[in-house]
């Protein structure tokens, strides 16, 4: 029976601690009933704080969070303790009671409903079955693998069925394969529960399977908010672009505007081909700026094509099973890395690059400082020829 999801929100809230250190900033945000949401960031931009906020385990300093329509913080002054904010929550180290059987810490979660013992523990088997864990259900957790415990972890997170579920960094310290099939089993039971759901990580590729929304943070602020989709094709500055990924970026001065919001830009080893980019900060004509790549907005082709607009040297070959990972080095020495291959490569090797643009942004505006006639007269490397 799915849960009754809980909007949860946050309004003007600030989170201050000793020495004045602001970890939260006016952090205004809605989460709907359902949505599983993913807050990315760094080390130190305000996830963990903003999650232990929703929890109650961080008392805010100033603003109002409030959980299925009740205020559970406002201020300093009025705080619901995390037992009474109907919520579960999935910590990073699992968190199991170590002398319970794997049955008695899923059962555990069913404490303050009026169940008996026996009903208790017959749902917390009817979880272990969903997670795939009946058969350890009387094993301690020290027992089991990581990967064992963590969806032990999950199952007790789910089977009191609350409207709300946090998830702390569940996934970190488990192994790359194990990882994936973790987030699709955390994927799948969190919808299938019908919870809310916030999950925070510092892996982008995580938080773009995972999240109905994201919601990226930067010092203790929310810079952008909204689907994977837009995060990705649209973000909202350039700390967002390269934090979400990106092969490398280039310095370059806009020539023109093509379009609504694209430019054409100029840079110091084009072989002349246009080279279009979403002009994303509103940067003037002739303004210099930094010309960023996600991966996919890059193409190995042969240099000799008409498409081929940057010219560069293989530097580094990675398999990686489905095919290649480049690295590449361009004329004035700047580097673009994990373009794809479907074949092996070789070092020094100069290749061509076709560009997408619905991949390249671009971000500045400054005057520029770049000689404008050098840069759309400069010469493309040659078939031989190495990158100074």
Same mark, same amino acid.
């Given at each position: ?177 194990? @990882?994936? $099939? ?6 799948? +039971?969190?919808?299938? #529960?019908?919870?809310?759901? %916030? *999950?925070?990580? /510092? ?116 398999? @990686?099973? $489905? ?6 080095? +361009?004329?004035?020495? #700047?580097?673009?890395?994990? %373009? *794809?291959?479907? /074949? ?45």
């Amino acid at each position: 029976m799915p849960s009754d999801a809980c909007e949860v929100s946050l309004d003007a809230v600030n989170k201050f601690y000793t020495r004045g250190k602001r970890a939260l900033c006016d952090l205004t945000v809605k989460v709907n009933p359902g949505e599983f949401v993913v807050l990315l960031g760094p080390s130190g931009s305000g996830k963990t704080t903003l999650l232990r906020s929703v929890a109650g385990i961080e008392r805010i300093s100033s603003g109002t969070i409030t959980i299925g329509g009740a205020a559970v913080s406002s201020g300093s002054n009025m705080h619901v303790p995390p037992e009474r904010r109907s919520l579960a929550m999935v910590f990073q180290d699992y968190a199991l009671w170590p002398h319970m059987r794997v049955k008695e810490n899923v059962a555990f979660a069913l404490a303050r409903t009026k169940q008996n013992r026996s009903t208790r523990l017959a749902t917390a088997l009817e979880m272990l079955e969903r997670v795939g864990l009946s058969h350890h259900a009387d094993k301690y957790p020290n027992e089991l693998s990581g990967g064992e415990q963590q969806r032990v972890a999950l199952a007790r997170a789910l089977v009191a069925q609350l409207g709300l579920v946090l998830f702390d960094e569940p996934l970190s310290n488990l192994d790359a394969d194990l @990882r994936e $099939r973790m987030r699709i089993e955390i994927g799948t +039971l969190s919808r299938l #529960s019908g919870a809310t759901a %916030i *999950y925070i990580t /510092h892996d982008q590729s995580e938080a773009f399977a995972l999240a109905d929304k994201i919601g990226v943070l930067e010092h203790g602020r929310l810079v952008q908010f909204g689907g994977p989709e837009s995060i990705y094709n649209q973000p909202a500055s350039e700390f967002v672009a390269r934090f979400t990924g990106i092969s490398g970026d280039i310095k370059a001065v806009i020539q023109e505007c093509v379009a609504p919001g694209m430019v054409q830009v100029a840079v110091p080893h084009s072989s002349g081909g246009r080279i279009l980019a979403k002009n994303l900060s509103n940067a003037p004509l002739g303004g210099e700026v930094s010309l960023l790549f996600r991966p996919s907005a890059l193409r190995i082709v042969d240099t000799n094509t008409e498409n081929a607009t940057l010219r560069a040297i293989v530097t580094d070959v990675a398999f @990686r099973g $489905r095919g290649y990972d480049i690295a590449l080095r +361009l004329q004035d020495g #700047s580097h673009l890395n994990s %373009i *794809y291959s479907d /074949h092996r490569m070789k070092l020094n090797e100069s290749v061509g690059l076709s560009v997408d643009p619905v991949g390249c942004f671009v971000f500045g505006g400054r005057t520029s400082s770049l000689d404008s006639q050098s840069l759309l007269s400069c010469h493309p490397l040659h078939e031989k020829e190495t990158v100074a």
